[in-house]
């Protein structure tokens, strides 16, 4: 789930969410603020009616409760959304703290002027300033200890925002190659073709390249899927050492690979394909025996995008250059 709402909207729905989290029977942890910001968000209505029937039941939310509920409602929560929420208690967390700080130190100057006042007393009248600085220094003591609450908080929320970036990062790169997988692929699609299409008047249009390994469920069959992930390994490494900083280079399927240029003349995008091509080609790839393989071979389809051309449409022109290299012989780049 995604959520499209400014910063404004954003600091509106904590200071909403921490109120009813504060009444439940668990601790204030980054768990029971995402079941309380998606409440107040009304972006979860399956979530939102659970919360209110187990209200309905039993009062309050206990620990197990908010735990279950995020574990069905909110576990599937996307990276990038679990880094906003992030981000916005730590803002709300913040703030509370600069306030608690401020009520420590005005209440400790208060109790020097009672202090002070005391002093110059004697007798029956000191009593009552006694009992005032009494519950002065009670409520200075609960400043502080909810200084160190929110301070224990905030760590909390530090250690979420490492951990949700270490997510992030994983979602969005293929665990066996290091490549971009399909989802930051799909992302840098979108968002290339919506900038070129903000600059209607220039030349150059970005251009997709798609790469697939020729053969690739023979040399699976053949030698063992071990041997395959080594290939898909070889390959990749090929296409970034190629491309380098030219485009983004992603991993889309099982044996099959995307190049996105930001923005290049057709010629350009198929003299790199072909770059690409040969160099994989005459590259050789040994076995754990030491038997070298004849030589891996790669088909590459290329293509321009259009004016408003959706992703699909992008992709599906690529692949229909890709098709075409493959009927044609395999080993070699297509452009449409």
């Known amino acids: 789930m995604r959520y499209v709402v400014s910063v404004d909207k954003s600091a509106e729905l904590l200071r909403q969410a921490i109120p009813l989290m504060s009444r ?4 204030l942890h980054p768990v029971s603020y995402a079941v309380w910001y998606e409440y107040v968000a009304l972006s979860n209505p399956g979530l939102r009616k659970a919360v209110d029937e187990s209200l309905a039941k039993h009062g309050r939310l206990d620990e197990a409760k908010t735990y279950a509920l995020h574990r069905k409602h909110i576990a599937e929560v996307d990276p990038a959304t679990a880094e906003q929420i992030a981000d916005g208690f730590e ?3 913040s703030g509370m703290s600069h306030s608690a700080t401020a009520a420590g130190t005005q209440a400790e100057r208060y109790a020097e002027v009672l202090g002070s006042l005391k002093a110059g007393l004697a007798g029956a009248a000191e009593a009552p300033v006694n009992e005032v600085l009494r519950q002065t220094a009670d409520m200075v003591q609960a400043v502080a200890n909810l200084q160190a609450q929110l301070k224990e908080s905030r760590k909390e ?13 994983e979602s969005l790169v293929d665990a066996l190659t290091g490549l971009a997988n399909r989802r930051r692929f799909d992302q840098e699609l979108a968002t290339l073709l919506l900038d070129a299409d903000a600059l209607p008047n220039s030349a150059d249009r970005p251009c997709l390249i798609m790469t697939d390994i020729d053969h690739f469920k023979r040399i699976n069959d053949t030698y063992g899927h071990a041997f395959g992930d080594k290939v898909l390994k070889a390959v990749a490494q090929a296409l970034s050492s190629v491309v ?7 991993r889309i399927g099982g044996e099959e690979f995307a190049i996105l240029l930001p923005a290049a003349p057709v010629a350009q995008a198929e003299e790199l394909a072909e770059r690409v091509r040969f160099t994989i080609a005459t590259s050789r790839i040994r076995r754990s025996s030491g038997e070298e393989l004849e030589s891996i071979t790669v088909s ?3 293509t321009a995008a259009l004016p408003q051309q959706a992703p699909l449409d992008l992709l599906a022109r690529a692949d229909a250059a890709l098709y075409m290299s493959k009927q044609g012989g395999r080993d070699r780049v297509t452009a449409v």
């Open 157 to 169: 929320i530090l250690d979420l925002r490492s951990e949700v970036h270490r997510a992030r990062h």
């Open 244 to 250: 380098a900083d030219a485009g983004i280079v992603a």
């Open 24 to 27: 439940q029977a668990t601790a």
């Open 91 to 93: 803002r709300v967390l």
């Open 300 to 302: 590459l389809g290329v």
